[in-house]
């Protein structure tokens, strides 16, 4: 199992990013090369046992995801579990209020199972590498909503 952590500052509030990250279509445009998101579980999103289907687009090769909603505490934390193909995942993002803004740490556990476990030593890079697209896209799509808003009043 390899273990990532990283965190970045967005200009919103813990309640807005909350209610941002509890959305089903905002996962579709911050998760690097998602495609397509689905909910397969009955009732709204963002309820624990919430499950999911998805699919990634990698050099035109398309992973099936599967989701499930293992955590969930309003205006503080949002966690998942799934598989990517050969790899079991649990991802979440614990929002903490700071001066003008919230800081989102990301979390995320990559356990390669099978002929994946080849792949093990590439773990932490790969990891590091989602975390960073995953943390910078989050900051993207929050700050397109703060410039919407401003537009708006």
Same mark, same amino acid.
């Given at each position: 199992?390899?273990?990532?952590? &990283?965190?970045?500052?967005?200009p919103?509030?813990?309640e807005?990013?909350?209610?941002?990250?509890n959305?089903?279509?905002?996962?579709?445009?911050?998760i690097?090369?998602?495609?397509?998101?689905?909910?397969?579980?009955?009732?709204m999103?963002?309820q624990f046992?919430?499950?999911?289907?998805?699919?990634?687009?990698?050099?035109g090769?398309?992973?099936p995801?599967?989701?499930?909603?293992?955590? %969930?505490?309003?205006h503080?934390?949002?966690?998942m579990?799934?598989?990517?193909?050969?790899?079991?995942?649990?991802?979440?993002y614990?929002? &903490?209020?700071?001066?003008?803004?919230?800081?989102?740490?990301?979390?995320?556990?990559?356990?390669?199972?099978?002929?994946?476990?080849?792949? &093990?030593?590439?773990?932490?890079?790969?990891?590091? %590498?989602?975390?960073?697209?995953?943390?910078?896209?989050?900051?993207?799509?929050?700050s397109?909503?703060?410039i919407?808003?401003?537009? &708006?009043?």
């Amino acid at each position: 199992m390899t273990r990532i952590e &990283s965190s970045i500052f967005v200009p919103k509030s813990v309640e807005d990013t909350f209610s941002f990250l509890n959305t089903r279509e905002s996962h579709l445009k911050f998760i690097p090369r998602m495609t397509m998101l689905e909910q397969t579980s009955r009732g709204m999103f963002g309820q624990f046992g919430t499950t999911l289907v998805g699919r990634l687009n990698y050099f035109g090769f398309r992973i099936p995801v599967q989701y499930e909603i293992i955590e %969930i505490e309003p205006h503080h934390r949002f966690g998942m579990q799934g598989q990517m193909g050969p790899v079991q995942f649990k991802d979440g993002y614990v929002l &903490s209020a700071e001066q003008k803004g919230s800081r989102i740490k990301f979390c995320l556990e990559l356990t390669p199972m099978g002929w994946a476990k080849l792949f &093990s030593p590439f773990m932490g890079l790969i990891g590091k %590498i989602h975390a960073f697209e995953t943390l910078r896209n989050l900051k993207r799509e929050l700050s397109k909503e703060e410039i919407a808003s401003r537009r &708006s009043q």
